[in-house]
């Protein structure tokens, strides 16, 4: 039986190479107590394969790995056992049962959706910075009322998307160069407004909160406590804790406005485009266009990928996942 599992990579696992990834989850097999299928031969492995790598310091919700079991357990006693034996930053989302006869992940990839970010606001040549919360509440009214006005940003790109008969980059592989046209192989790219842009780096909600302290305030701690007993209250009934702080809490709420790119992107192998040429090339046309003199740098933004797809028999994308279905029995074999 083949199972289809998805997901989501953040936090310091972002970090993680897609090698050690794949040894990360063949122990987690193990420790979960997956029924995972060997293959046959002089050195067995786990019939194990990931959709679309992931590269070295992005973030996920959409990674998909597809896994032969002999039984398996129900789809939610499945998620529960691995999330269980999983490090912070990687979370099992789905896990779902694929029809005979489905083509494996890797080879099923066609598109894949991002979410691109400036990391530091203050460099995002479209930024608007840090709003205060009451220029923040204004901008949201004004959007409400006009909401088909278009931003600089999104203004920038109709103009790299339509002002061009092609998109032409240099790609560089691993043994030489290649001239390649983006713009068939871009499917979207639209202006988003990221609000709080270090969520997948930090879960941060978009409001920052300044806590100053009361630099009299006082901290006083009297204990009568037992030497034989731990430090622990419920161990030694002795214990008296008396805490008095003086606390002057000024909190300051900013909204991070940090308009972003949203991108979906031919996928696979045989045209895999990455996010990097696509910002690359649009900057690159930026400056041409005196639109900005902003040289783009890719350590500065942050790209979170949100979705990877297939096409389904009438040629439409659907997510990988959606080509499985949950395994509501207590038992299959």
């Given at each position: 039986?083949?199972?289809?599992?998805?997901?989501?990579?953040?936090?310091?696992?972002?970090?993680?190479?897609?090698?050690?990834?794949?040894?990360?989850?063949?122990?987690?097999?193990?420790?979960?107590?997956?029924?995972?299928?060997?293959?046959?031969?002089?050195?067995?492995?786990?019939?194990?394969?990931?959709?679309?790598?992931?590269?070295?310091?992005?973030?996920?919700?959409?990674?998909?790995?597809?896994?032969?079991?002999?039984?398996?357990?129900?789809s939610e006693e499945a998620r529960k056992a691995l999330n269980e034996v999983m490090a912070d930053g990687v979370t099992v989302t789905e896990f779902?049962?694929?029809?005979?006869?489905?083509?494996?992940?890797?080879?099923?990839?066609?598109?894949?959706?991002?979410?691109?970010?400036?990391?530091?606001?203050?460099?995002?040549?479209?930024?608007?910075?840090?709003?205060?919360?009451?220029?923040?509440?204004?901008?949201?009214?004004?959007?409400?009322?006009?909401?088909?006005?278009?931003?600089?940003?999104?203004?920038?790109?109709?103009?790299?998307?339509?002002?061009?008969?092609?998109?032409?980059?240099?790609?560089?592989?691993?043994?030489?160069?290649?001239?390649?046209?983006?713009?068939?192989?871009?499917?979207?790219?639209?202006?988003?407004?990221?609000?709080?842009?270090?969520a997948a780096l930090h879960s941060d909600k978009g409001l920052s909160v300044n806590v100053d302290l009361n630099p009299n305030q006082s901290l006083?701690?009297?204990?009568?406590?037992?030497?034989?007993?731990?430090?622990?209250?419920?161990?030694?009934?002795?214990?008296?804790?008396?805490?008095?702080?003086?606390?002057?809490?000024?909190?300051?709420?900013?909204?991070?406005?940090?308009?972003?790119?949203?991108?979906?992107?031919?996928?696979?192998?045989?045209?895999?485009?990455?996010?990097?040429?696509?910002?690359?090339?649009?900057?690159?046309?930026?400056?041409?266009?005196?639109?900005?003199?902003?040289?783009?740098?890719?350590?500065?933004?942050?790209?979170?990928?949100?979705?990877?797809?297939?096409?389904?028999?009438?040629?439409?994308?659907?997510?990988?996942?959606?080509?499985?279905?949950?395994?509501?029995?207590?038992?299959?074999?």
């Amino acid at each position: 039986m083949k199972i289809r599992i998805k997901f989501s990579k953040f936090g310091v696992m972002r970090f993680i190479g897609h090698l050690d990834m794949m040894r990360y989850f063949q122990k987690a097999m193990r420790r979960a107590d997956i029924d995972i299928a060997y293959s046959e031969g002089f050195s067995p492995h786990q019939i194990m394969s990931f959709a679309a790598p992931l590269g070295t310091g992005l973030t996920s919700d959409g990674e998909y790995l597809d896994i032969e079991v002999h039984s398996v357990k129900s789809s939610e006693e499945a998620r529960k056992a691995l999330n269980e034996v999983m490090a912070d930053g990687v979370t099992v989302t789905e896990f779902k049962l694929l029809p005979e006869g489905t083509k494996n992940a890797m080879s099923s990839v066609a598109a894949a959706d991002y979410l691109v970010f400036f990391k530091d606001p203050s460099k995002n040549p479209f930024g608007g910075g840090i709003l205060a919360a009451e220029e923040a509440e204004e901008a949201v009214e004004a959007e409400a009322k006009d909401p088909e006005s278009e931003s600089p940003l999104s203004k920038a790109i109709y103009g790299f998307l339509n002002s061009q008969e092609q998109i032409c980059i240099t790609k560089q592989t691993k043994k030489s160069e290649k001239v390649m046209d983006l713009k068939p192989l871009i499917y979207d790219l639209k202006a988003v407004e990221e609000r709080g842009s270090n969520a997948a780096l930090h879960s941060d909600k978009g409001l920052s909160v300044n806590v100053d302290l009361n630099p009299n305030q006082s901290l006083n701690m009297n204990t009568n406590r037992n030497p034989n007993a731990g430090w622990n209250p419920n161990l030694n009934p002795n214990l008296n804790l008396n805490l008095n702080m003086n606390l002057n809490l000024n909190l300051n709420l900013n909204l991070n406005r940090n308009p972003a790119f949203f991108l979906k992107l031919c996928t696979g192998s045989t045209d895999n485009v990455k996010p990097e040429l696509v910002l690359q090339a649009f900057f690159d046309y930026c400056r041409k266009q005196g639109i900005c003199s902003y040289e783009f740098h890719p350590l500065e933004v942050q790209i979170h990928r949100l979705e990877v797809y297939t096409r389904n028999d009438k040629g439409t994308f659907v997510p990988l996942g959606a080509m499985g279905q949950e395994i509501t029995t207590g038992s299959c074999m």
